[in-house]
């Protein structure tokens, strides 16, 4: 299994909802990462958990909430939030992994998961 | 903080046409990273250089790291219209480091 997955795909919801975010990885890496990002811009980096703990918070408002259950699983909890924060909301992890004819130790992305807040 | 320039902003070439873009920064990076990112998708990883002066290669994609440190180029040679989509650089000045994006370049081949 060489890929990130993320669920759900597509999620609406309005401002007074609580929510979750689920991504898996199953490639044994042990860093783990939550990107926002809006329409034709770069990914904005939001968390980083390295070996299950977490160790980068971009200043992230607290209507956002990690969590790292195990190594394999990474959760964005979300609850109040603003339409504006409707966005593409991506995961990544970062291990050893084949690309092309080499093997990088880099950030592989899961698809996103597209939310819209009403 | 850290800035990375990307550019071209947008590129429309004809299928077959070779491109070039690239990335520069007031700082000097250590990693250089290429993405393509197709709509609705995630990016995914095209080529990594660890190395200034390092020119690596996959298929036909060919990425540069400057010598300055500060600068790397993508180029793609005898574009196809799966080609389409956004490209990021993105830069790192230590391995256990965050990385720094790009702006992207949005690609677009016309048949």
């Known amino acids: 299994d060489t890929e990130v997955t993320q669920t759900p795909k597509h999620l609406v919801m309005g401002m007074t909802n609580k929510k979750s975010l689920k991504c898996e990885q199953h490639m044994g890496h042990r860093a783990m990462y939550w990107y926002k990002q809006k329409a034709k811009k770069p990914p904005e980096l939001m968390f980083v958990?390295?070996?299950?703990?977490?160790?980068i918070n971009e200043s992230v408002p607290s209507r956002f909430s990690p969590e790292c259950p195990n190594s394999s699983l990474l959760n964005l909890h979300l609850h109040a939030l603003q339409p504006e924060d409707s966005a593409l909301y991506l995961c990544a992890s970062r291990g050893r992994l084949a690309g092309g004819r080499a093997v990088y130790n880099e950030q592989f992305f899961g698809p996103g998961t597209r939310l819209t807040v009403l | 903080g850290q800035q990375l320039n990307q550019s071209p902003q947008s590129m429309f070439i004809q299928e077959g046409e070779d491109v070039s873009m690239n990335c520069t920064s007031s700082s000097i990076f250590n990693t250089w990273l290429w993405y393509k990112q197709d709509p609705g998708e995630g990016p995914v990883l095209l080529i990594a250089?660890?190395?200034?002066?390092e020119l690596t290669s996959n298929g036909r994609l060919t990425a540069q790291f400057g010598i300055t440190r500060k600068d790397s180029f993508l180029n793609i040679s005898a574009s196809i219209p799966s080609d389409v989509g956004i490209y990021f650089c993105a830069g790192r000045r230590t391995n256990a480091g965050k990385s720094t994006f790009g702006d992207g370049t949005t690609l677009t081949v016309k048949p």
């Open positions: 250089l660890y190395k200034a002066g």
């Open positions: 958990y390295s070996y299950e703990k977490l160790s």
